[in-house]
């Protein structure tokens, strides 16, 4: 059997004897690369619209809820300018937003709200600034939504009679 070299036996020992939380993080460093940082200047912009929640992502565009004071409201951010865009008609003061979602051209987005005690599903055109509700069948209650980057097909999480459920529906 072959000995191992006095300084290789010497730094084995030694090895044993170093708690785990220490050589931990050396020994991940070289697996990880950089770690991910939040864009500095997006998120000042985006702490001034106040607490936010619910994102969705597509392509340059951001949708969110935000708002401050317990009032709510769907932002869209352009990334690229990295700057909120108007959404007049969208954001009504007697609407809770629940979900959002919005496609890859920024022009579609879809909506859960709550208006008048009952949750309902939306789509909102920029281009036209005209909201439409979109119907379900068979009804329920709409949760978490998600677009397709083309904005012709929606996934809506819902509720029906106590069971969740996911509905594939084309948009108009």
Do not use: F, K
Request: include cysteine; hydrophobic fraction near 45%.
């Amino acid at each position: 059997m072959a000995m191992a070299p006095p300084g290789l036996a010497r730094w084995a020992r030694n090895l044993g004897a170093r708690p785990l939380a220490v050589l931990a993080p050396l020994l991940l460093s070289g697996c990880t690369g950089t770690l991910p940082v939040p864009m500095g200047g997006l998120d000042r912009r985006l702490e001034a619209i106040g607490s936010s929640h619910a994102p969705a992502l597509s392509d340059r565009w951001l949708a969110l809820i935000g708002g401050r004071g317990g009032r709510e409201q769907v932002v869209l951010v352009d990334l690229e300018r990295q700057m909120p865009v108007p959404l007049p008609g969208l954001n009504r003061p007697d609407a809770q937003p629940l979900a959002v979602a919005v496609d890859a051209a920024g022009e579609r987005l879809v909506v859960v709200r709550q208006l008048e005690g009952r949750t309902e599903l939306v789509l909102y055109r920029r281009a036209l600034m005209a909201l439409e509700p979109i119907a379900m069948q068979p009804p329920g209650v709409p949760r978490r939504i998600s677009l397709r980057a083309d904005g012709r097909e929606l996934a809506v999480e819902v509720s029906r009679g106590g069971v969740w459920q996911v509905d594939l529906i084309e948009v108009p």
